[in-house]
């Protein structure tokens, strides 16, 4: 079996831009994956084009190690782009993989190990401002049968906060937490906002809430600050999904700088690399917790990992916050219901692109905002009613 053709397919779902990738073999099978990567859609696209493409065709997409392996080895500058890229490819492999195999692709990673896998809830806090609609929202949340949930309340702070601004954040969090009850998971996220002092002092602010993690709480680009924030505070630090090699991941648990490794299997590398940092983890007794905040071929491709991964915790997911339509862009298996997800039982990853709903939504510039305008909560929620 060889690769003979990819194709990409560039798509707008309000918050954002998804780009899906699909591979056809000379069998005639098609395999699909996703590198979406916020307001980098379109030069993922043009990397995808202008350097994988050539390294993939005539290939045997079960030769993972010696073909994502080799463009790994070879993209020489590395960073999110062309990792994205090679991440994209990894995942439309697997799913020609397990329909060659007849196979869901959890079973050919090494088969079901949990009995169930909960949801963590993302995205359901646009245009929340005051404590009061942050806790009216999450109810919503509760409601729907999710198991925890997942907010940033610290606006747009940059290092550091005013006493006012951390009161502010406080109050949210306790509103949310007295909405939800004591048995919903929250966790608190930060976008790398803070420097460690502040971080701290807000952390420890925290505690009486009882956090799930403190997700990102100080710059991902310095392992060092993450443990400093980790050593002071008595919950969880969770990190990873702004790592992008195996040396990083590797840095990160040797140094336990974190409690839960949120590897991005979009842009890590894909389904293989995961495995072998979900490895690295449980060998420190650290769990992992994929992140995933772009579309349905990449949240499906996650969980298949997480179905075979011993150490996975909960999975992120999105889904029941964006457009309406959003699962109309695959048909195949919905993976998700009340608050839980649903075993896969259909080869490969159990999705295929309904390429005429995505040339209905074309792509759109910068449709993603940046989380330090101060609109950006506001533009969160007006974008996915579009």
Known sequence: MKITRLESFLVNAGLRNYLFIRLTTDDGLTGIGEASLEWQEMTVQTVLHEWVEDRVLGTDPFDLEAVIGGMIRDQYQGGPTVMTAISGVEIACWDLIGKACAQPVYRLLGGQCHDFLPAYANGWYGNCETPKQYAEKARTVVERGYSGLKFDPFGTAWKEMSQEQMDQAEAVVEAVRYAVGDRMELMIEAHGRLSVACAIEMGLRLVPYRPAWYEEPVTPNSLDLLAEVKAALPYPIAAGERLYTLPDFFRLIQMRAADVVQMDPAHCGGLHISRKVAAMAEAQDMTVSPHCSIGPVALCAALHFDWATPNVQIQENFADFDVPWRDDLVHGWNPTANGMYILPDRPGLGLELNTEVCNA??????????????????????????
């Open 361 to 386: 939504h074309p792509y759109r510039k910068n449709s993603f905002p940046s989380l330090w305008n101060s609109t950006w909560q506001t533009d969160f929620t007006q974008s996915t009613k579009s």
